[in-house]
């Protein structure tokens, strides 16, 4: 498996890592969330930026979400990498986006590129743009996470799997997927899909999990079949089935005895 090494956090060797989300209303709130992720199991943390709202009720716009993300990195403490996300409504987030207006929204941010490491792009929503805004975030020292995910159902596996490598064929860094399973047999098809997306690309870090209770095997045995991270709570959550990131990194160090 190929290695994306943030902050000295690799991604892609030894268990895989726990990500944090620090999800707030206002900067203020994320900047309290975050400065506690010193007492948590956090490998890194992640600012979802789409619940930011202003004192009024509007939309920040990519000057005030810069504002926040230099925010978070000083509570921070530079002591975690930073993964910064903005989530659309199209796929589970709390922020509608007009064609076009996504990418431009990402890109606001690379002004910001030294206070965080990782960027989250949608596949969906970037389009045949991602490869060269792939290109613009390295130019500016940050490593690019292509995500998808579909709160409704799990895809076929070889869907799964194909969407993996052709995010990383794109120019991504790191592919991410997640999914909702109705059935053990779903979350088992997403750690199949995993598993031939690692052999089909094996230069390609991974982060891959199944939502919800069905889910929640997914989040501890991931790295067994080329999932690189996964997420866990430190009081706040931002997805269905994220467990808490203490008692994740327990169950992953016990997995990671039992396998070694």
């Known amino acids: ?68 993300v230099r925010q978070v990195r000083q509570a921070l403490d530079g002591r975690l990498p930073l993964l910064v996300t903005l989530r659309t409504a199209a796929e589970g987030g709390s922020r509608d986006c007009l064609p076009g207006e996504y990418l431009d929204l990402l890109r606001s941010l690379l002004p910001a590129a030294g206070a965080f490491d990782l960027l989250d792009v949608e596949y969906a929503a970037a389009g045949a743009a991602l490869g060269a805004f792939c290109r613009q975030a390295h130019a500016a020292g940050v490593a690019v996470v292509a995500s998808m995910h579909d709160f409704a159902k799990t895809p076929p596996a070889d869907r799964m799997a194909a969407a993996l490598t052709a995010m990383g064929d794109a120019g991504a860094d790191i592919a991410k997927l997640a999914v909702m399973p109705h059935g053990p047999a779903d979350a088992a098809a997403l750690l199949s899909a995993t598993a031939c997306a690692r052999a089909a690309r094996p230069e390609l870090p991974l982060i891959t999990m199944a939502m919800g209770p069905d889910g929640a095997v997914t989040r501890v045995c991931g790295g067994a079949f080329g999932s690189c991270a996964t997420f866990g709570t430190a009081g706040v959550s931002s997805a269905p089935g994220q467990p808490d990131a203490a008692a994740l990194r327990r169950a992953l160090d016990a997995l990671g005895d039992c396998l070694a």
């Not at 994306?4 to 209303?25: E, Y």
């Not at 930011?52 to 810069?66: E, F, I, S, V």
């Open 1 to 68: 498996m190929a290695i994306v090494t943030v902050r000295g956090i690799a991604l892609g060797r030894g268990r895989p890592k726990i990500i944090v989300p620090v999800f707030a209303g206002d900067g203020p709130a994320a900047q309290r969330q975050a400065a506690a992720l010193g007492g948590a199991a956090a490998d890194l943390a992640e600012l979802r930026l789409d619940p930011l709202r202003l004192p009024g009720g509007g939309l920040p716009d990519g000057g005030a979400l810069c504002g926040v």
